[in-house]
């Protein structure tokens, strides 16, 4: 606790006490509920002396909670307020409220803005659909880039060697749907970049068809916009609709963004 770690990939040196603070953050931001110290020492693999002293820390500063107990972790409430701070101040989520808005209403189905973060999206925005049968989407949440028409749209816009890079050569099955070959995604990676748009055939959530586009303003581009339908809606002209109108919001959001 406290020493430095020098010789990092960056040529610089990291603070050991930060870089556990923040690998602990995303262990809890990344698991849901609450957990035990030893199940988190099993995780993270830190001397389990440093590890509660480190716990007992963050519990004191809020951003970890325990539960009645005091024996059990969670994410606290920090994080949440640190998270809506950057959800409040990014330039972008700004630029395309009226946008999503105006997709939302045109498609009356739900609506999502996520960024590309490594080899996951992470959702920014979302308008829910007007029908009773629709996704939920929560902002703020992780998925796998590849099993989302987000992703898929924001991966076309890399060329094959850098996706090669980027994912591994077996991808996580979300669904029994998922593309889990990386050959196979380039392949479907090539066709994205010739027609526009990105599709998600059930690939994360059964029974849903999800359809994504990328907002080019910056190359390659790291935010999308994606439109999400119930299978049992999803009718051909409804899809068409659908496209267009995703094709000419990317359009007026590419504009909205121009500057950033």
Same mark, same amino acid.
């Given at each position: 606790?406290?020493?430095?770690?020098?010789?990092?990939?960056?040529?610089?040196?990291?603070?050991?006490?930060?870089?556990?603070?923040?690998?602990?953050?995303?262990?809890?931001?990344?698991?849901?509920?609450?957990?035990?110290?030893?199940?988190?020492?099993?995780?993270?693999?830190?001397?389990?002396?440093?590890?509660?002293?480190?716990?007992?820390?963050?519990?004191?500063?809020?951003?970890?909670?325990?539960?009645?107990?005091?024996?059990?972790?969670?994410?606290?409430?920090?994080?949440?307020?640190?998270?809506?701070?950057?959800?409040?101040?990014?330039?972008?989520?700004?630029?395309? *409220?009226?946008? =999503?808005?105006?997709?939302? %209403?045109?498609? &009356? $189905?739900?609506?999502?803005?996520? !960024?590309?973060?490594?080899? /996951?999206?992470?959702?920014?925005?979302?308008?829910?659909?007007?029908?009773?049968?629709?996704?939920?989407?929560?902002?703020?949440?992780?998925?796998?880039?590849?099993?989302?028409?987000?992703?898929?749209?924001?991966?076309?816009?890399?060329?094959?060697?850098?996706? *090669?890079?980027? =994912?591994?050569?077996?991808? %996580?099955?979300? &669904? $029994?749907?998922?593309?889990?070959? !990386?050959?196979?995604?380039? /392949?479907?990676?090539?066709?994205?970049?010739?027609?526009?748009?990105?599709?998600?055939?059930?690939?994360?959530?059964?029974?849903?068809?999800?359809?994504?586009?990328?907002?080019?303003?910056?190359?390659?581009?790291?935010?999308?916009?994606?439109?999400?339908?119930?299978?049992?809606? =999803?009718?051909?002209?409804? %899809?068409?609709?659908?496209?267009?109108?995703?094709?000419?919001?990317?359009?007026?959001?590419?504009?909205?963004?121009?500057?950033?």
């Amino acid at each position: 606790m406290g020493g430095v770690e020098s010789g990092t990939a960056n040529g610089g040196a990291q603070v050991k006490s930060a870089v556990r603070t923040v690998e602990l953050l995303e262990f809890f931001a990344g698991r849901p509920g609450m957990h035990t110290l030893a199940a988190v020492q099993e995780s993270v693999g830190y001397p389990k002396s440093s590890l509660y002293m480190l716990l007992r820390t963050l519990v004191d500063l809020g951003w970890i909670e325990t539960d009645a107990t005091g024996t059990r972790y969670g994410i606290g409430v920090r994080a949440l307020l640190v998270g809506t701070s950057y959800i409040d101040g990014d330039e972008v989520v700004a630029a395309a *409220r009226p946008t =999503l808005d105006r997709l939302a %209403e045109d498609t &009356t $189905e739900t609506i999502h803005l996520a !960024r590309l973060d490594g080899t /996951d999206v992470v959702y920014l925005a979302t308008r829910q659909s007007q029908h009773y049968l629709r996704p939920f989407t929560r902002v703020g949440r992780r998925l796998p880039a590849h099993a989302t028409s987000l992703g898929k749209a924001l991966l076309a816009t890399h060329d094959d060697e850098q996706v *090669r890079r980027l =994912l591994p050569a077996t991808l %996580e099955a979300v &669904t $029994e749907h998922t593309i889990t070959d !990386r050959e196979r995604l380039i /392949d479907e990676l090539r066709a994205i970049r010739e027609r526009g748009w990105a599709v998600d055939r059930e690939e994360n959530t059964l029974g849903l068809r999800c359809f994504g586009v990328a907002i080019p303003y910056r190359t390659p581009a790291r935010d999308a916009i994606s439109c999400s339908v119930p299978v049992a809606r =999803l009718t051909p002209g409804h %899809e068409q609709m659908i496209r267009d109108a995703l094709l000419d919001a990317r359009d007026r959001l590419t504009l909205a963004t121009r500057r950033l």
